[in-house]
């Protein structure tokens, strides 16, 4: 018998992932929006769109390494099983 039905720990779950989303896309940006501004004298709404398009990837990317680690654990756990 499975159910179909999201448990309460699923819609947290789902939550919390998508804030960890914003919250890495946010850091990052702001990270890369100080380097650009500091380091380049392109226009401030270039280094801007620059900073997102950053943001945007470098999310993307660590959520990737996290899934990664999450599998390379997974998997070195069973076999020791």
Do not use: E, K, Y
Request: hydrophobic share 55%; proline share 2%.
């Amino acid at each position: 018998m499975t159910r179909q039905d999201p448990t309460m720990m699923d819609i947290i779950g789902t939550i919390l992932s998508r804030l960890v989303n914003v919250a890495l896309f946010l850091v990052i940006g702001l990270l890369a929006l100080v380097a650009f501004m500091g380091r380049t004298d392109l226009h401030p709404g270039i280094c801007g769109l620059l900073a997102v398009v950053c943001g945007i990837i470098g999310t993307i990317l660590v959520r990737l390494l996290f899934r990664g680690i999450a599998v390379l654990g997974g998997l070195t756990s069973r076999s020791a099983d």
